[in-house]
């Protein structure tokens, strides 16, 4: 018997039977040669896995010999699909920000999207079972949406902006699913031409590519499991499994009607066909039930299973679908759509039901099965006709490390990433750490620098994350740097200001800018470090000078005392230890500076008091008003008292701690009046010379008080 490349050999392995089909591919369309149906003899499949692999192997075995003798032909590559229930599903997201704004690259979006999936397959290890990412193959992946600086947008590519994230469903094949079919078939003495997934198989024979956008949940019921996939937009975007199906009403029929299981399932079939049921129960009863009683008794099973089925669409869709397609065996269960339709809240005619009697694309019917249930070994082989979702098997060596690759489309670096769990995000050109400062309470940021990426290189040659890889290549990838933590100077982060030129004490000094760090004073050249504090001022006042270019505390400025009486009464005088001068005038200490402004700033041990300074209003008595001729002067008093400790004294003489000072104000005569005003009386008078005080004739050596008039004339002689 020899091979022909238009023959296409398709299996589907369930968990009740073995199907195997042999079609002629022609242009448009398969023609099916032979078919070959098998049940399991014994449990060897449970829910859609395989638990006894040299049993199954067996039956592939038995449907390959047969489908050969009946064909005439030699067998020895076949399509096979790995169950649907058997997939997770695993919701991704990642961000990635920018520095600055910029235009989104291809680069980017693959970056992000692989980094999304990553965190999808993190999501795999829950709870203690820390390796349980690494037992699944990554099958693909549907995005969900896609954000630029928080706004939703259908594409990022070209867009500008500084942030962006995605969302996404990922889903994986556990490896064990996959290593158990693969060693069936090798088994069988047959090499894998085409694998797939059985829900996309189902989907390509009975939901044509433009009805994805409508949202759909297809639901395959076979013997141990209902398989669940539901499209939207464009995509099947999720898969879930009920561990209940057409098992559960067969084994309801057993119990009820005391029949062994295949009894049981010759029942089932019939109950859309009969009015009534001939059986013969274990005891060789044989009996009549009409097959209304028989629904009627197992209804609350039938109402079980599509309860957990209508939940399962909910929980994956998180709303009723639009419709339900349903396939498989199981599907032909009465009642069923009116209970799904009943949960899912639908009008009943949204529950429809395939029975793939014409299948589109394909001629023939398989025997011994329902027209439902050949929808997905037809699935496969139009699969396998079209090359679709064709899995591919390799070994590549990923920085010198063995990795067995699976994946559904050609295999890229990334896949390749994934299934080593080498963190994508490390291709990255990774920034460093950014530092933290305060600047006079405002928050002040260091960027560090950017890192280099990563390179990828295939046999020696430069290549990206997206480069496809075939068997035997060798991928290197050398990490790249990580950037420099940010650093900085106090200069780098305080504004630059200008400096004015004043002199202290006769130096000339320049009024920069003064910079205290974690409250120590520090020049603008110190390094900083992440929470630094920083705080900078510039001398505006005398106060700020003494203060911060001196460096005198101001709380040292104090005042002297010097204590003494006065008349008999306690005086006190205070004085400050500093004299301070701004260009030769005493000032105080909120007297701004300017440019070129001479600051004298010296100490002061002792006091300039002297007795004039503190006589006050004393003083003031020691002067006497008088009206001469008619013109009001004041003139000092003759004669006044001053003492200091019992002694004369002078008006100039320095107050010392202590003192005693005496002063009584005294009068005065004409005559020093006019001596003090500088009158002169002429020598030779022309007249008698009249001198009155208040009107009164009066004498030169008249004494005078505070008030008096007095008149000096000539009076001419008659």
């Known amino acids: 018997m020899d091979s022909r490349e238009d023959i296409i050999f398709a299996l589907d392995i369930g968990t009740r039977t073995v199907v195997g089909t042999v079609l002629k591919?022609?242009?448009d369309e398969l023609n099916l040669i032979a078919s070959e149906v098998v049940e399991h003899k014994n449990r060897s499949m449970l829910?859609?896995?395989?638990?006894?692999?040299?049993?199954?192997?067996?039956?592939v075995k038995k449907i390959k010999n047969r489908l050969e003798e009946k064909c005439d032909l030699k067998l020895n590559k076949v399509g096979i699909a790995a169950a649907g229930r058997a997939l997770k599903t695993v919701k991704g997201h990642h961000e990635i920000e920018f520095k600055n704004k910029k235009e989104i690259s291809p680069e980017d979006v693959k970056?992000?999207?692989?980094?999304?999936?990553?965190?999808?397959?993190k999501k795999l290890a829950v709870g203690k079972d820390k390796e349980k990412a690494s037992g699944y193959h990554f099958v693909g992946y549907t995005l969900l949406g896609s954000k630029l600086d928080g706004i939703e947008v259908g594409s990022l590519i070209s867009q500008r902006?500084?942030?962006?994230?995605?969302?996404?469903?990922?889903?994986?094949?556990?490896?064990?699913?996959?290593?158990?079919?693969?060693?069936?078939?090798?088994?069988?003495?047959?090499?894998?031409?085409?694998?797939?997934?059985?829900?996309?198989?189902?989907?390509n024979i009975i939901v044509p590519q433009q009805m994805y956008n409508f949202n759909l949940a297809l639901v395959d019921i076979g013997a141990g499991t209902s398989d669940i996939a539901i499209t939207r937009d464009g995509a099947i975007i999720g898969y879930d499994m009920v561990p209940v199906a057409g098992d559960e009403i067969t084994e309801a029929i057993c119990e009820n009607y005391m029949v062994d299981y295949h009894t049981a399932e010759t029942i089932k079939r019939k109950l859309n066909s009969a009015e009534e049921v001939e059986m013969k129960d274990i005891l060789d009863q044989k009996v009549k039930i009409s097959t209304q009683s028989i629904i009627k008794n197992i209804e609350d099973k039938i109402n079980n299973l599509a309860k957990l089925i209508a939940e399962a669409i909910l929980r994956l869709n998180g709303r009723a679908p639009q419709a339900v397609i349903c396939i498989g065996g199981g599907s032909l269960t009465p009642l069923l759509r009116e209970k799904l339709s009943q949960y899912l809240e639908l009008p009943v005619n949204r529950v429809g039901v395939k029975d793939g009697e014409e299948i589109q694309g394909v001629r023939g019917k398989i025997k011994d099965i329902s027209g439902t249930q050949s929808i997905t070994p037809f699935g496969i082989a139009m699969s396998c006709k079209k090359n679709q979702t064709r899995a591919n098997f390799i070994d590549i060596e990923l920085n010198d490390n063995l990795i067995h690759l699976f994946t559904l489309t050609p295999p890229k670096v990334s896949d390749a990433l994934l299934a080593a769990e080498l963190d994508i995000k490390a291709l990255k050109a990774s920034p460093g750490l950014a530092m933290s400062v305060e600047v006079n309470g405002n928050l002040k940021m260091i960027p560090g620098t950017m890192g280099t990426?990563?390179?990828?290189?295939?046999?020696?040659?430069?290549?990206?994350?997206?480069?496809?890889i075939k068997n035997g290549d060798k991928v290197d990838i050398e990490l790249g740097e990580k950037g420099k933590n940010g650093s900085g100077l106090i200069k780098d982060v305080v504004p630059e200001l200008p400096a004015r030129k004043i002199f202290i004490n006769g130096e000339a000094i320049e009024l920069d800018v003064i910079y205290y760090l974690n409250g120590e004073k520090v020049n603008s050249s110190q390094e900083l470090s992440d929470g630094d504090k920083i705080s900078y001022t510039i001398p505006q006042t005398v106060?700020?000078?003494i203060r911060d270019v001196i460096g005198f505390p101001i709380e040292n400025l104090r005042f002297n005392k010097i204590n003494y009486s006065l008349n008999g009464q306690d005086k006190e005088y205070k004085y400050q230890n500093y004299k301070i001068k701004v260009n030769d005038k005493a000032v105080s200490l909120d007297k701004e500076v300017d440019e070129g402004d001479k600051i004298s700033f010296v100490e002061n041990n002792f006091s300039n008091l002297k007795i004039k300074d503190v006589l006050g209003d004393l003083s003031e008595q020691s002067m006497i008003n008088i009206v001469f001729n008619e013109k009001a002067i004041k003139v000092p008093a003759k004669d006044y008292k001053l003492l200091k400790n019992n002694k004369p004294a002078k008006l100039d003489d320095i107050i010392q701690q202590g003192d005693e000072i005496e002063y009584q104000s005294g009068g005065i005569r004409l005559n020093q009046v006019l001596e003090h005003i500088n009158y002169q009386i002429p020598r030779s008078l022309g007249g008698k010379l009249i001198i009155e005080k208040n009107n009164q004739k009066a004498q030169l050596i008249e004494a005078l008080t505070d008030g008096d008039r007095v008149k000096v004339y000539i009076e001419n002689n008659k």
Request: hydrophobic letters at 50%; glycine letters at 4%; charged letters at 25%.
């Open 543 to 545: 106060e700020d000078v």
């Open 453 to 468: 990426p990563a390179k990828v290189f295939i046999n020696g040659e430069e290549a990206g994350i997206d480069s496809e």
């Open 161 to 203: 902006g500084k942030k962006i994230e995605i969302d996404l469903i990922a889903t994986f094949l556990p490896r064990i699913v996959v290593d158990s079919l693969l060693t069936v078939i090798r088994q069988a003495d047959l090499e894998v031409d085409h694998l797939t997934l059985e829900p996309i198989a189902a989907a």
């Open 25 to 27: 591919s022609e242009a």
């Open 47 to 59: 829910d859609g896995q395989i638990h006894n692999v040299i049993d199954v192997a067996n039956q």
């Open 111 to 121: 970056m992000l999207e692989f980094a999304a999936v990553q965190d999808a397959q």
